[in-house]
């Protein structure tokens, strides 16, 4: 068996800030320390910090009054950090700073009189952080045949925004649909679909062509793991998102003799490496490194934890 091992892959600046701001406020702070939601969608990383003692929450009534909360990479409405301050809770604030570029965005449309459509998968963090900015300006977009049945009092003052880990080609699809009903319709200067989004579907793409099989990395409440091996499958090529190799079926790979291997955002390397390994211990299979792309980027710690690097 031959492996293709795609690259960019695994964490994103977003997922790496995040989750160096909860290991610093695990070590630095008294605990326990609490996290609103998961941190980032993958179990393997919410179970690592679970063992720590960090307890995680969908509900801030679990926190105790003057405790340490952190919001997680997907960021969280107003409504949600005026709860935490009447709980006088100390709030340490990880959001991944291109999803906060989505939140003020949405503040600014708002604040201009738009009807802002949100493209996106409804429930999903991101979209329930980024509605709660705006809920009266807001209507989520989840399909092109969503956008027929859209009705505005004014479809001149409309505008467009998109969760961040959508697939390119599905968001570019709805946006093509809204253009076409809404000529006028305002967007913002620079895409909402974040980088990392982006370079992981485009290795996908460009790499999926070789293999007969593509294993993608990631949990199932992963929207842009989801979303990659949506990408492959559209492409003719089988694809099984999962956490390790526990989640592997042999029997996927009867005729099989290239695999592409790559993972979500929220997934940590370690369980690329396992992957890797039991493809090695059961086909022998020989591993190939493709890059499409370097990545080089980083955010800061948030600022209420710099002072204690």
């Known amino acids: 068996m031959r492996v293709l091992l795609a690259s ?5 600046a977003g997922v790496n800030m995040a989750i160096e701001a909860l290991e610093l406020a695990h070590q630095s702070l008294p ?3 609490y996290v609103y939601h998961e941190i980032v969608h993958n179990k393997h990383v919410v179970q690592r910090f679970c063992d720590q003692g960090v307890v995680f929450v969908d509900d801030l009534n679990e926190v105790p009054p003057g405790a340490t909360l952190l919001f997680s990479a997907h960021g969280v409405s107003p409504a949600v950090r005026s709860i935490a301050r009447e709980r006088k ?3 340490i604030d990880a959001t991944c700073p291109l999803v906060t570029k989505v939140h003020l965005e949405a503040i600014k449309y708002a604040n201009e009189g738009y009807t802002i459509f949100l493209i996106g998968h409804e429930g999903h963090d991101e979209v329930i952080g980024t509605m709660g900015e705006a809920p009266e300006a807001i209507v989520l977009v989840e399909s092109p045949e969503d956008v027929d049945t859209l009705e505005v009092a004014d479809e001149t003052r409309v505008a467009y925004l998109t969760q961040t880990t959508l697939s390119v080609d599905d968001a570019n699809r709805i946006i093509s649909r809204l253009r076409q009903r809404f000529p006028q319709i305002a967007s913002p200067p620079k895409e909402d ?3 990392a989004t982006q370079n992981r579907q485009e290795a996908v793409s460009d790499l999926s062509a070789e293999a007969d099989l593509t294993l993608v990395l990631g949990s199932q409440n992963s929207s842009n793991s989801q979303r990659l091996a949506e990408l492959s499958r559209e492409r003719g090529i089988p694809a099984y998102l999962i ?8 029997a996927w790979f009867e005729e099989v ?4 291997v790559t993972a979500g955002a929220s997934a940590p390397e370690v369980v690329v ?4 390994d039991f493809l ?8 190939e490194s493709r890059s499409i792309r370097e990545e080089n980027v980083s955010f800061p710690l948030p600022r209420e934890l710099r002072s204690r690097v």
């Open 89 to 91: 809770l100390r709030a």
């Open 257 to 260: 003799e290239t695999v592409l």
């Open 273 to 276: 490496d396992a992957v890797i």
């Open 8 to 12: 960019p892959r695994g964490f994103c």
């Open 193 to 195: 679909i974040c980088y």
């Open 280 to 287: 090695r211990d059961r086909f022998q299979a020989s591993i």
């Open 243 to 250: 956490d390790g190799p526990q989640d592997i079926d042999v």
């Open 31 to 33: 605990a326990p320390i």
